[in-house]
């Protein structure tokens, strides 16, 4: 007979999301263990490119209990302070994580959720997905992508102009990461910008956050039953950081419309004009990664599970928490995820209690 290992509560995850959720299980004194694929601290944070900053000031940025501290000579925090934060934290709370574990699939078994990993199986009262959308980048369906012969990168794969010094790239997005990764490489590459719409920027003095009141107060209208405010995307799409303030006000942003097809060589507009391309980066988001949780058949509209709060509907011992809005308001950031974490902990725990 397999041997089981067991928790309340299973968190699957170890990033951001898995952490401001261990930190709320632990002060109800829940039993929990954060299953975590990645082999060090960080999350998809160790992963980005080179030269990402955080949208808004430290102080600003940081997760329940522990405020992070400011990075000598910068306003925003790069990706390595956050990472070096993120590693200070679940050591500062003894957080119970164990990796390199990799998640493969969730099943109903009786009165428990039994968590399949690479590593051997557990069995959990309830269980927390925070997996996160970095490990599932989407790529539009293109005509001609599979014919173009050159360099082809997601946001997940790109990390510095040096790469790509030189050569003739298109970087296809028009929102945060399509506008980042285009200042970056405006200086050393031949840059052509593709967007479906004409880029939008918020106002220079907006960060992450006036962004992240903006999504609470229209979280908090649509529960009180008041006018949709529209949320972050009634502002604009792009958060005008320095460096693309900065490439954008030299005249180095300027956003093409988006292609139809890619050629051997390029790309071809619905016009017939074509431009021959040596690379081309997909600043083109993600979807949520949720593969693991298929066996409970949940799927809802887009990839989303439908869930009420971070509970899942159909299945009231699993929580969703950090895939966006629709887990929380601001769910996918350092501040906006301790709000959903506490509730859905909180939910865990009152759940427990009256098994």
């Known amino acids: 007979m397999t041997q089981h290992q067991a928790a309340d509560t299973v968190v699957i995850g170890g990033g951001q999301a898995g952490l401001a959720a261990g930190y709320h299980l632990r002060r109800l004194g829940i039993d929990f263990v954060v299953l975590d694929a990645q082999a060090a601290p960080g999350g998809a944070w160790q992963h980005t490119w080179d030269s990402l900053h955080l949208f808004s000031p430290a ?16 306003t925003y925090p790069d990706a390595a302070h956050v990472v070096d934060y993120l590693t200070d934290y679940e ?11 990799r998640v493969e699939a969730v099943h109903r078994d009786g009165t428990h959720l039994r968590v399949e990993t690479g590593a051997g199986n557990w069995r959990a009262r309830t269980v927390i997905s925070a997996t996160g959308t970095w490990w599932r980048p989407f790529l539009p369906a293109v005509p001609g992508r599979a014919d173009f012969k050159g360099i082809q990168l997601h946001t997940v794969e ?21 506008a980042q990764i285009a200042a970056d490489l405006a200086y050393e590459t031949d840059l052509t910008w593709a967007t479906l719409r004409e880029p939008r920027y918020l106002a220079d003095d907006i960060d992450g956050r006036a962004l992240f009141d903006h999504a609470t107060a229209r979280r908090r209208a649509l529960d009180e039953g008041r006018s949709d405010t529209g949320g972050v995307a009634s502002l604009g799409d792009i958060v005008a950081v320095p460096p693309v303030r900065t490439a954008r006000d030299a005249g180095l942003l300027k956003a093409q419309p988006m292609f139809t097809r890619l050629t051997a060589t390029g790309v071809e507009w619905p016009d017939g004009t074509r431009a ?3 690379a081309i980066v997909w600043c083109t988001g993600f979807r949520p990664a949720l593969s693991h949780l298929a066996p409970l058949g949940l799927r809802g509209p887009r990839g989303h599970l439908l869930t009420t709060g971070t509970q899942a509907i159909g299945e009231p011992r699993l929580h969703l928490l950090g895939y966006g809005d629709w887990t929380g308001p601001a769910s996918a950031t350092l501040i906006g995820v301790g709000r959903p974490a506490r509730d859905a902990a909180r939910a865990i725990a009152a759940l427990l209690g009256n098994a």
């Open 158 to 178: 790109y990390r510095s102009p040096a790469d790509l010094a030189g050569q003739r790239v298109i970087v296809v997005g028009g929102g945060n990461s399509g």
């Open 59 to 74: 102080a600003y940025s940081s997760l329940p209990g522990r405020l992070m501290p400011p990075q000598e000579g910068e």
């Open 276 to 278: 021959d391309a040596d």
């Open 91 to 101: 050591q500062r709370y003894a957080l119970p994580i164990v990796r390199p574990v």
